[in-house]
């Protein structure tokens, strides 16, 4: 059975850190796009960053420049380093895995984790 289970979320406060990570188990998904993607109450889902190897990465705009993507397929994980964090982050991130090189849609990824609440005090 496939997982993946994200963990780092918490609470922070504005102009703060954290570091999010999202485990792989039941395959491997080295040929296959990580991403993460992040729910407001309200909201739709949306895109924040996705990354098929080190040189190919792609981030929504709104995260350029605050937060950087990478992944350790030795230990089948994908990381989320978000900083300069403003209270509109406030949001549960989902970690995803698709097949498709600068998907951005929901669509377009096949599995999912559980997500994780990141809060972000002003």
């Known amino acids: 059975q496939v997982q993946l289970v994200e963990s780092g979320g918490g609470l922070v406060q504005a102009g703060g850190s954290l570091r999010l990570s999202c485990v792989a188990s039941?395959?491997?998904?080295?040929?296959?796009?990580r991403g993460w993607f992040r729910q407001a109450p309200g909201k739709e889902r949306e895109f924040v960053a996705a990354i098929r190897a080190y040189d190919n990465t792609w981030y929504a705009d709104s995260m350029k420049g605050r937060f950087t993507i990478s992944r350790d397929d030795a230990k089948n994980t994908v990381y989320l380093q978000m900083g300069g964090l403003i209270p509109e982050d406030t949001a549960v991130y989902y970690c995803a895995a698709g097949r498709y090189i600068n998907a951005q849609s929901p669509n377009l990824y096949d599995y999912w984790g559980q997500g994780t609440q990141v809060t972000v005090s002003s």
């Open positions: 039941g395959r491997t998904f080295e040929t296959y796009v």
